[in-house]
């Protein structure tokens, strides 16, 4: 596994497309082999050393098929060290940043980044326990205040951020709603709440009134964002990161950046694992489809 988090130790790493296919089959593999046909769990060499070919039916498995890699556009020594710049550099990087720096097309740096961030979506293995801080938020286009209707350009986004030990802030979550009712906002608490450890602490918004049959959950006023001060925070980093970044954008992408922003807070403390977890995602997501995005 690489653990570095520097361009330095990457580029030692990684010298050229082998050593890419190399890591990419000592992960894909790591347990043994299963061919996808037939079950068989016995090998052959395949087309190249990078393919393997089931004993028992002959079907040719690459290192790439089944994965987000599969079919990429660029050299995979590429997309590499666009994954590495997208998880371990703080803010992340602009496509027209990477496409500069690696000498791709902006369409193609544009599509892996798109890629990069659908990978990064939580795999909602980890739910939001104990302590756990929610808000509504506006973000993009000009500032307003109104809740859950006049958006505008914005985009309503809910977000949750838990309060671990010493009341410090652990992992959180945001994703795009339509209205900040009940019925929008509960999807997101399934998703990221544990419901049976979690004491909720929101703001006094009617909108949560119907979740507290579901959810334990207190109300007080936010004072401004003064009530909710670790929640203000990463309130104040996600705004400033979009308004850095994001410009005009339909829902799917926005939640895309939000991906994005909290793949890499929720890991800020792993860093030496943040880019070999990203590749083990794109290894295991299904191939993304191009076509999707046409916008
Ligand atoms: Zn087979």
Known sequence: MFQGISIQQFNKFFKD????????????WKNGYRCRRCGCTKSNKGKTRFYLRCKRCGYDESVTAHSM?????????????????????????STTELAREFSVNQKSSWLFKRKTQEAMKSSGKYLLDTKVEVDEILIGGPQSNKRG???????LVV?????????K????????????????LKPFFERYIDKDNAQIITDEWRGYWPLQSEFEIKQKPSNGGKGFP????????????????????????????????FFRFNRRNFLTSIWHKLIERFMTSLPYSYKADAI
């Open 149 to 155: 209707r006049n958006k505008g350009d914005k985009k």
């Open 69 to 93: 890699f599969h079919k990429l556009k660029i050299p995979l020594l590429k997309a590499f060290g666009m994954a590495f710049r997208l998880s371990v550099k703080k803010k992340g990087m």
């Open 169 to 184: 802030i652990g992992r959180a979550y945001a994703e795009v709603i339509e209205q900040a009712s009940g019925q929008c």
């Open 230 to 261: 670790g929640l203000h925070v990463v309130i104040m980093n996600l705004k400033g990161w979009i308004r850095g970044i994001h410009h005009h954008c339909s829902e799917r992408f926005t939640n895309g950046y939000l991906n994005e922003f």
């Open 159 to 167: 977000i949750a951020v838990e309060k671990v030990k010493g009341n």
């Open 17 to 28: 497309e082998d050593s890419c296919k190399q890591y990419l089959f000592d992960l894909k």
